[in-house]
Every structure is written in structure tokens, then in C-alpha cells.
């Protein structure tokens, strides 16, 4: 059982996204993008690359100066979203990136740079990103 | 009569730069990859008047087909070509990748109100296609990645009006009432040149449309709802992002444009002040948000007036970070109420 957001979680996620065709078809596709994952004081650093999820890193607070974008929530609220995608399969409306990001004043995307053109990425890629945090369905996670 | 002609081009190849092996990387054999030596040559302004594709030998004496978007700071943008591999690629069919069997019959009031939305939607998106049309057979072929992209737009726009009618048409409602049109007609009517519509039909209706889809996707209530909003989202965002870059692109190489698109942004913002004193698509949208008429009016309408503080900061946003500063007092207070709220 892979504890999140270890690179080890991140790695066992990108095994099922990377290999399950569904994620590649309608709305999914090609991602180019690096973007952060912040959970309370920890961070991981996803890089997407093309049809495959090359995995994740984790960094310090530095290491979000040079993403795209990150994710930035609490603890109690990854879990959330992670036992939602658990006991559904995928993310309930409650619970998607696009509705977390809403319900949320300073969004859920943020970045350090304030660069549009690579904020934007977030909706560009919105049902890619979606479909990774999907596959962590099928992934069993210690919180 | 036997033609005695004999080929002779199989010896010297006729060619600016022969020889060129372009090799696929990992993701394939992208359009923007095919930008080297010649071929990469993207000037400041594009003089040949023909269909001549950029790095291929000019022919004397074609007759010119009258392109009247020439200066590259006035269509361009650096992402065309990847946001072209992006829309082919991630493309989508209505018919199919919707899943309509998850559709259920609502209440009266509230299929009303989808069906509503969804026609102005449909407005929308014809204006979409029929905006980048008007223009696109205008830009010169030396920027052809800026063209390719801008067909993709207009097919996504296309099937973003197919998908919206399908919904409309498919759970015992039908459409609604035609929306008032003053916004789509500025942007279509918009003569100034490319740059022009691009600030209103993306910056201004374009990031009202990627805020509304989201809410919309936010409060679907079946999966084909929220897999038709997504679609639309990330279509969208690909055409915000064009327009975006190409804006802050042509701001830096003309001296004028910003302060072309001040004097923009004060004429359109009065016409979107009027449009907005329709109260259809704000009651319809508070009714999908309440969830039906009983709450419309108190948490309905307080979700749309989030929906529309959304709208406010993320379009003074754009123009700030386009270093187009707004000043909010000069802006009418249909507007600004929003971001006061």
C-alpha cells in the first residue's frame, strides 16, 4: 500500500493511467505539463508527458516555482477527494478538479509565476488530470 | 496523338532547401517540428500575396488573392502550432463520447432552464465558427500554423453547437428563447481587423463562456451533462489560450494596440453592460443552480453572482497580465457590482 502523495503512489497511479485506454480516448489524449501537488507541507512535482504520467517527485516548497501549476489543498481534503474517487470509481461532481477549484476563493490551481498561457494548462488538460486522479481508483492508498 | 513530351524533373530537384530529413521525436512528427532552415522563416510581414506555402519557390506572375492580414503582429501567437497538435489530438464526437443514456427526465422548470442556457449556447458557438470564418481566409499563408489552428476552433465550435442542441433535444424539452444577440453582433460586426475580434469574441465572451461552462459542469445533473461541459472546457481554454498569446504577442510588437484595446474595451463593455440587463440566461442559470424555481431566487442567483465575480476577476485579470490596465471606475456598474460583491 502506497502512502500519497509518495513518489511510490504516484508511480503505481501512472502504472494504471498509463495503461488503460479508456484514459487516452474522448477528452483525454496527449498532456504536456508539470504540476504540482501540494498537500499540506508535502509536495510532489507530476510530470505528464504526452499519452503517459512520467511519475512524480517529491520537493520542497521551491520546487513550485517551476511548475506549470499546482494543486494546492489540505490533507483532510486530498483524502476527500481520494476516498470519493475510491468508492466510485471516479470523482463525484462534489469532488471533481474543476468543482474544487471553484468552491475554493483562491482556487485550487495556483501558481508562483502568474504566467496565463501555463495557468491555463490546468483547463486544457482539465479531464487528463482528472482521468490520473481517476485511476488512483484502482490503487490501493494509506493516507 | 501520342504525347512526345518527356518528363525532365527527376534529375535537378527545384527547391529553396532539398536535402531536408525532418525525423518524428517521441510524440511523432509535429507540425511545429517542420520548423527549420527555410522552412522556419517566419518574418515580420508577409508580402507574397499568393498561396505560395511558406519556404516553397514563388511563381511569377500568379494573380493576387488579396490576403489582408499580412503583419505577423496581427494574427500571431507562438502556441499555434502545438495548440493545433492539441486539438486534433484531443478532439471529440457527440454522438458517441457523451454518454446520452445518462440522461433523465427533469422537472418541467428545470429542463426549461438547461434547455435555455443551451441556446444561447448554441448562439455562442455559432458565433465562434462564423467570426474565425470571416477572417480566416483573410490571414496570409506565410503564418499557416495560426490557420490550421483557427480551423481546429471553428470545429471545435461546430461541435460544441452540436452537442448543446443535442442535449436540448433530447429529454422532452426543445430550445428556448433566442438570446439577445448585442454582444455576438459586436464581435461579428467588429471591423477593426483580427486583433479586434480576438479581444472581444475571446478575451471578453470567450472567458464569460470557459467561466459559465464551468459552472455548468459544476451543477450538471447527469454524466452527459458533465462529460459535454468538460469537452467544451477544454476546448475552449485551447481558444483562449490562442487568443491570449496572439494579444500579448501583438501588444509587444505594436506600439498602438494597447491602447487600441483600451478604446475597445470601453465600447464593449457598454454593449456587454446592456446584454446583460436581459434577465433570461441569469434566471435560467440560477434556476439549474438552485436545482430547480423554489430557491432560484436567493441561493440560485447567489451562485450566479459568484459565476459572474469569477467572469469579472478573471477578465480584469487577463487584461492586467496583458498589461492592459482597467480602471474600474470608468467600467459600468453592471459590470463592476460584481467584483464589489
Redesign the interface.
Known sequence: MAKFPSSEWFASVAAVFNSDERYQGAGGGQCFCRFGVKSGAQIAVVTMDGRTCAGAELVDESGLADVDFYLDMAPEEWTAMLKDIAANGHATLDQTLNTLDLNRDDGLSRSMHGDQYREDLFFRYNQSLQFLFDASARVATEF | MADDHQPKYGNVPKSNQWGTRVLPG??GLRLGDLNVGVYGEIPDRWDDQTRNPRGAIAKKGVPPVGYAIRDKADLWAD?AADLY??AI?????PAT?IPWETVRPLPTVLERAVCQVLTELCQYANCDVETVSQWQHQMAYGYHEVKQYLATATFDATRMHEAFRKRALCNGGGLGLEGPGEVNRMILESRGGWSEAVTYLLLMRGSFM?VML??L??Y?HNDAE??MY??A??A???H??YG??HL?YSIAHDDDRRQVMQMLFFIGDRIWAREQADHVLREALSIIFAGGLENAETEGLAIYNRMMR?FMNEYV??CD?LGVKRDLASMPSRMTQYLNG
Open positions: 517521441k510524440h502556441c497538435e492539441e489530438q484531443r478532439k471529440f464526437a463520447d470557459q464551468r459552472y459542469e459544476r450538471a458533465r462529460v468538460q469537452f472546457l477544454e475552449k481554454a485551447r483562449l489560450t491570449f498569446d500579448r469569477d485579470g487577463v497580465w
